[in-house]
């Protein structure tokens, strides 16, 4: 009796898709930014006074303190030269950083609980949700969290009478731009990060030296020139180059440029952090 023919071929598999391939987006984002703004909500005032306090600090202390010592400050622009008070140059710089910590904070340390430690994003992938649905909610909700915090800055300057240009509106669109911006750049260490200790180095190497290239306490013409043209293509520098001439009831110079860059960053930050993202989940 003739035994059966036995195939020992291994059976082989279609490798796994590219970490690199394009977004696959849908509408489900929204549930998982309803989430967070619904958990958020609980928490609402605690977090807006956190978030507040520390950039009007900086506004009174060296708006009002220092601002009483320089007195005005040249800013250069397409018209000419023009004098403006210390604070209204501090408070049109100091609102972008502010959108800046304020995304930063949120893509970076809540959703590292989200996603690490509580576990959170294992669960909503139990749903038919996709990871890269996850990534685009929390980079958008670390945006609007940004867009609450700088819009609660506005309403306090607009009360000291540091501006009151229509221009502020659209000021306030720029900074949400600005919002998703970081966002998706803090999204990348999230994708790395092991711990929190990691975000100290993201902080301390590169938000701060950033703070004080880009123009937001001093103007940059007064840096070094090498330091200067490299100033040039921060993204911080270019959010603030487009929202003090707004602040100052003015039009931006090379407004497309610094606009194109904002763009640049947040779509090159958000492909790599979502390929980043996809494959810790994947190892």
Same mark, same amino acid.
């Given at each position: ?51 507040? +306090? ?13 601002? @009483? ?90 009360? *000291? ?9 659209? +000021? ?14 803090? *999204? ?66 090379? @407004?497309?440029?610094?606009? @194109? ?6 779509? +090159?930050?958000?492909?790599? @952090? ?10």
């Amino acid at each position: 009796m003739s035994s059966p023919i036995t195939d020992h071929t291994p059976l082989s598999y279609p490798p796994p898709p590219s970490v690199w391939r394009a977004p696959s987006l849908s509408t489900r984002w929204w549930p998982v930014f309803l989430r967070n703004l619904l958990v958020w909500r609980k928490l609402a005032i605690p977090s807006l006074v956190g978030n507040i +306090a520390e950039p009007l600090m900086w506004l009174v202390a060296f708006g009002y303190g220092m601002g @009483a010592l320089v007195g005005q400050i040249t800013v250069h622009g397409p018209d000419g030269d023009t004098q403006v008070p210390y604070i209204l140059f501090l408070a049109s710089g100091s609102i972008c950083m502010s959108a800046m910590n304020a995304a930063s904070f949120e893509a970076l340390y809540s959703a590292f609980s989200r996603m690490h430690v509580q576990k959170t994003w294992d669960g909503i992938m139990n749903a038919p949700v996709g990871l890269d649905d996850v990534v685009l909610a929390e980079m958008l909700w670390a945006a609007f969290k940004a867009l609450f915090t700088v819009t609660a800055i506005m309403g306090v300057m607009l009360a *000291l009478g540091i501006s009151h240009s229509p221009k502020l509106l659209l +000021a306030w669109g720029v900074l949400l731009g600005v919002g998703a911006m970081f966002s998706s750049i803090a *999204l990348i260490f999230n994708a790395l990060a092991k711990g929190y200790d990691f975000f100290t180095y993201y902080f301390t190497l590169v938000l701060t030296p950033m703070m004080f290239l880009s123009g937001i306490f001093f103007p940059r013409e007064q840096l070094p020139e090498l330091v200067r043209i490299a100033s040039d293509w921060l993204p911080l520098t270019n959010a603030v180059e487009l929202v003090r001439p707004l602040f100052m009831d003015r039009w931006p110079e090379h @407004a497309l440029r610094h606009g @194109a860059v904002l763009c640049g960053y947040t779509v +090159a930050a958000f492909w790599l @952090a979502l390929a980043l993202t996809r494959k810790r989940f994947r190892g």
